[in-house]
C-alpha cells in the first residue's frame, strides 16, 4: 500500500505554510528527463520546509539526502563541482515495501544567511524505483531445494543421480506435478530433491529436518509486493511448515501433494529469511524428500532523481557542460520573515 512517510509531518507542513508567502515549487526529475514528483519549499527565518512529494503513481520513494548552505560552493562536491549525496547532513532511506510517495523535512537555516532575503541552496537528490510499469518488473527465481543441505537419491535408485520428476517420483507425485502446476519443479527450475542425510536407497530416519536459507533480489533491483507474484511452489514426504521472517505462510501433511503458496505480506527488504521444517513419518526408515521453488517479483528500474532549478558548475546547464556531464541540480531560495 502506498502511503506518506508522515502523515503528521505532512499535516505540520500544510499549517506551516497558512499566513506565509506562497511555496516555491520545483520538478522532482528522475533520470534526468523523467518528472515524477515535486520539491516543494518554504522558509520562515530561521525556519526551512522542504516537501518531497511522488506525484506519478508507478514510482516510489527509496531514499532522499539534502543540504542546505549560503552558497552553491558550501554543498558537498568534489573539485570537478559533482555533488556528493552521501556526504549531505541530512539523509534518510526507506523500504520499498512500504510504498513511500511523501517526505517532509523541517530545518534551521544556516545561522550566515538566515534572515529574511537572504538566499540559501538547496540540494535535493533522491533514489526512486519504478514499481508500476511492467516493463520494469520481472518474476526472479531466487531460491530453490537444489541449494539445500542435501541432494537425496531416488526412491528405490542406488545411485543418487538425480532425474526428472517423472521418474523420481512415486506416481502421486507426478501426478501432482503434471496435473495441478503442470510444471516439472527439476526440469524447469532447476529444483532438486532433498534431505537432510545421504540415507540408504531413499531411506531416511523417522523425524524432523530443517532447511534454511536467505534470499534477495539480484543486485540493482528492488523487492515489489504486488499480492500474487511472490510464492513457494514445494511438496514434502510427510509433512511440512513454511516460515518466512519467523510467520508460518503454510504447511501440509498431504504428501503426494505439491502446493502453491503465496508469500505477500510477509516479505521484507533487502533480505528474506526463509526455513522448511520437515517431517519423516512411519515407525522405521522410509524414503523422504522435499522439493522446493520460491519466486520473487523485484523492480529494475532504479533512478537518481534531483530537484530542478540550476545545474552544478560540472553539469550539462552549468558553463558550457554538454549533455554527457553531471545533470545534478541545485535550488535557490529567498528566505521569508
Request: aromatic share 8%; charged share 15%; proline share 5%.
Amino acid at each position: 500500500m502506498r502511503h506518506l512517510s508522515s502523515l503528521l509531518g505532512a499535516t505540520a507542513l500544510s499549517l506551516s505554510f497558512a499566513g506565509m508567502a506562497q511555496a516555491q515549487t520545483f520538478d522532482l526529475n528522475a533520470g534526468q528527463t523523467t518528472t515524477v514528483g515535486t520539491v516543494q519549499v518554504t522558509s520562515a527565518a530561521p525556519d526551512l520546509w522542504i516537501a518531497i512529494d511522488i506525484t506519478d503513481p508507478d514510482w516510489i520513494l527509496l531514499s532522499r539526502a539534502v543540504e542546505v548552505q549560503c552558497s552553491v560552493g558550501d554543498i558537498p562536491q568534489t573539485k570537478k563541482g559533482n555533488p556528493i549525496p552521501g556526504h549531505f547532513s541530512e539523509k534518510a532511506s526507506f523500504n520499498p515495501l512500504d510504498e513511500v510517495i511523501d517526505d517532509d523535512i523541517h530545518l534551521t537555516l544556516p545561522s550566515a544567511c538566515d534572515g529574511e532575503g537572504e538566499t540559501v541552496v538547496i540540494a535535493v537528490h533522491t533514489t526512486v524505483a519504478n514499481i508500476g510499469d511492467q516493463a520494469c518488473l520481472g518474476v526472479q527465481q531466487v531460491l530453490s531445494s537444489e541449494s539445500s543441505t542435501q541432494v537425496t537419491e531416488a526412491y528405490g535408485d542406488t545411485t543418487g543421480t538425480p532425474r526428472n520428476s517423472t521418474e523420481q517420483f512415486p506416481k502421486p507425485w507426478n501426478d501432482s506435478v503434471s496435473s495441478d502446476l503442470d510444471i516439472d519443479l527439476e526440469t524447469d527450475f532447476g529444483a532438486q530433491f532433498v534431505w537432510d542425510g545421504e540415507g540408504n536407497a531413499g531411506d531416511q530416519p523417522v523425524g524432523a529436518v530443517s532447511f534454511a536459507h536467505t534470499y534477495s533480489c539480484s543486485p540493482g533491483t528492488v523487492i515489489v509486493d504486488d499480492g500474487s507474484s511472490n510464492s513457494l511452489q514445494i511438496g514434502c514426504d510427510n509433512e511440512y511448515e513454511a516460515f518466512l521472517n519467523g510467520t508460518s505462510v503454510g504447511s501440509d501433511s498431504d504428501w503426494p501433494t505439491v502446493e502453491t503458496l503465496d508469500l505477500s505480506g510477509n516479505l521484507a527488504s533487502p533480505v528474506n529469511t526463509f526455513e522448511i521444517d520437515a517431517v519423516n513419518g512411519g515407525s522405521d526408515p522410509n524414503p523422504a524428500m522435499c522439493i522446493y521453488v520460491v519466486d520473487v517479483l523485484c523492480s529494475s528500474c532504479i533512478e537518481t532523481g534531483w530537484g530542478m532549478d540550476n545545474f552544478f558548475s560540472a553539469g550539462r546547464g552549468g558553463g558550457n557542460g554538454g549533455p554527457k556531464r553531471n545533470w545534478a541540480n541545485y535550488i535557490e531560495h529567498t528566505v521569508e520573515d
